[in-house]
């Protein structure tokens, strides 16, 4: 082959190689992208809880209410099926964090919260991934004050 028809091979398959990518997108890309966005709020949630900032937390737990929700719908990644294990593992944890923010006092907000982890973790070893262990991280590295 000469060496322009070899170029020309070579960029052909590039866009091939986008598609097939692009496609892979919807499913188990998809869902690891939720996850990020859980381990995420979880974050944020853990150091206004820490903080004792109601506010904050509540504000944080809205938005992993909106993450869960998405996954409720996931509908089946290999052989699991993400929305039904989100409803039996994590969302009764979830449930009970929800109202400590909103009511609680610190030390029972602080005990939803890290029994809202182990159910994230439940959930790895449920599905294969129990090497994925989450914890709680009290560094801030965000350009962001927790305090009241
Ligand atoms: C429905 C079961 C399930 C629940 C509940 C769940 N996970 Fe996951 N998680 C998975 C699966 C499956 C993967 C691997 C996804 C993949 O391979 O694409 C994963 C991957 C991850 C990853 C790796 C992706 C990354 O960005 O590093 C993180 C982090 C993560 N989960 C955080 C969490 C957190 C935090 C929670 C709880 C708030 C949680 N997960 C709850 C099933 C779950």
Do not use: R
Not at 80 to 96: A, Y
Not at 106 to 113: D, E, F, I, M, S
């Amino acid at each position: 082959m000469s060496q322009s028809k070899a170029t020309v091979a070579f960029l052909c398959a590039i866009p091939l190689a986008m598609l097939s990518a692009c496609s892979h997108a919807s499913g188990e890309a998809g869902l690891v992208e939720k996850m990020s966005k859980l381990q995420y709020f979880l974050h944020k949630t853990g150091l206004a809880v820490k903080a004792e900032n109601n506010k904050l937390a509540g504000f944080y737990v809205h938005e992993l209410e909106e993450t869960i929700e998405e996954l409720e719908d996931f509908g089946q990644y290999k052989s699991h099926e993400i929305g039904k294990l989100v409803k039996e593992i994590l969302l009764p944890d979830f449930e009970i964090l929800e109202k400590q923010v909103k009511q609680g006092q610190p030390a029972a907000q602080w005990k939803a919260y890290n029994a809202f982890i182990k159910s994230c973790n439940s959930c790895h070893k449920s599905t294969g991934h129990g090497f994925i262990v989450i914890e709680h991280n009290g560094e801030n590295p965000f350009p962001q004050s927790f305090q009241k």
